[in-house]
T-cell receptor
Framework: GESVGLHLPTLSVQEGDNSIINCAYS??????FIWYKQESGKGPQFIID?????DKRQGQRVTVLLNKTVKHLSLQIAATQPGDSAVYFC?????????????FGSGTQLTVLP | ETGVTQSPTHLIKTRGQQVTLRCSSQ?????VSWYQQALGQGPQFIFQ???????GRGNFPPRFSGLQFPNYSSELNVNALELDDSALYLC?????????????FGSGTQLSVL
């Protein structure tokens, strides 16, 4: 079946460096993609989203890139901080109209080193 | 904080028992979705409620059922609990049909089945 997956289960970066978290998806009908951050003991926290008619979207310190040709999504975090340490999930949805039903990947654990 | 509240935060049950989990959606949201998150994995969609009716269901057996109330709050019921039901159960609310279809998650209920 269709699924969303991540290339790497863990990522360690030095504080102040930029982080890049990658995600591959297989459902070509997906039209909406989201990145969530999940800290221990908490629910997923929305970071940034992008629709399939866009290639790039920027937020505060974060950028999401979408490459529909190769079905690849990435999250870039600039100047990574200790508070960025968490598990990051990409999620996709192919259900337009009514509220979104998301398919999540398995997550990438980001660790920020001092 | 997302404004989505879940209760209880932790629960311990034995195999074969029944459990009810509760969720209050964010003010202004009309749709509630439930997700199951096993340890080390991404959340998996259970079902969604809109206008007090089930509006989509994932690959979960009928012993997983739910309700949505007129105030948009929701319950998740699981009958005949199995050991594999041990997981974090997440509730997410959203506004169907609005310009912003982001899902906002609560902190979850950690269910342990012994």
């Amino acid at each position: 079946g269709e699924s969303v997956g991540l290339h790497l289960p863990t990522l360690s970066v030095q504080e102040g460096d930029n982080s890049i978290i990658n995600c591959a998806y297989s459902n070509s009908a997906s039209d909406y993609f989201i990145w969530y951050k999940q800290e221990s003991g908490k629910g997923p926290q929305f970071i940034i989203d992008i629709r399939s008619n866009m290639d790039k979207r920027q937020g505060q310190r974060v950028t999401v890139l979408l490459n529909k040709t190769v079905k690849h999504l990435s999250l870039q975090i600039a100047a990574t901080q200790p508070g960025d340490s968490a598990v990051y999930f990409c999620a996709e949805s192919g259900a337009p109209g009514s509220a979104r039903q998301l398919t999540f990947g398995s997550g990438t654990q980001l660790t920020v080193l001092p | 904080e997302t404004g989505v509240t879940q209760s209880p935060t932790h629960l311990i049950k034995t195999r074969g028992q029944q459990v009810t989990l509760r969720c209050s959606s964010q003010s202004g949201h009309n749709t509630v979705s439930w997700y199951q998150q096993a340890l080390g994995q991404g959340p998996q969609f259970i079902f969604q409620y809109y206008r007090e009716e089930e509006n989509g269901r994932g690959n979960f057996p009928p012993r997983f059922s739910g309700l949505q109330f007129p105030n948009y709050s929701s319950e998740l019921n699981v009958n005949a609990l199995e050991l594999d039901d041990s997981a974090l159960y997440l509730c997410a609310s959203s506004l169907a049909g609005g310009p912003n279809e982001k899902l906002f998650f609560g902190s979850g209920t950690q269910l342990s089945v012994l």
